[in-house]
């Protein structure tokens, strides 16, 4: 993981979705703590894959709603910037796209 500390961006990352998206990986977290019960209480695979699935799901929603959030928001500004702005904003995209 990188701190924010590292970023290159000289503005807050606070969205409007960030919320959304807490309360989401929250969710999620609540979900896997129950997949690992149902793991360590011996329940059957097919259930427990099932369920993982669930909670990978919810895990790449949230991610997808982040970056859609970050182009949209903090990517989108820098079409009309300066050429070094421009540059550093399509290294951005380069990079936040591998995780997509």
């Known amino acids: 993981m990188t701190d924010e500390s590292n970023d290159d961006h000289s503005h807050l990352h606070i969205h409007a979705s960030h919320p959304a998206i807490t309360k989401r990986l929250k969710r999620a977290s609540g979900h896997l703590s129950h997949v690992i ?5 011996h ?3 097919t259930d427990i ?5 669930a909670v990978e799901k919810a895990i790449t929603n949230a991610k997808r709603v982040l ?5 949209d928001h903090c990517l989108e500004g820098s079409v009309e910037a300066d050429d070094a702005t421009r ?3 399509l290294a ?3 990079t936040i796209a591998k995780y997509l």
């Not at 019960?37 to 209480?41: A, F, K």
């Not at 894959?49 to 699935?53: D, E, K, M, P, T």
Request: charged share 20%.
């Open 43 to 45: 329940a059957g695979c």
């Open 87 to 89: 540059s550093a904003t």
């Open 49 to 53: 894959a099932q369920q993982l699935h």
């Open 37 to 41: 019960e149902m793991i360590e209480t």
């Open 67 to 71: 970056i859609q959030d970050h182009i």
């Open 92 to 94: 951005d995209f380069k």
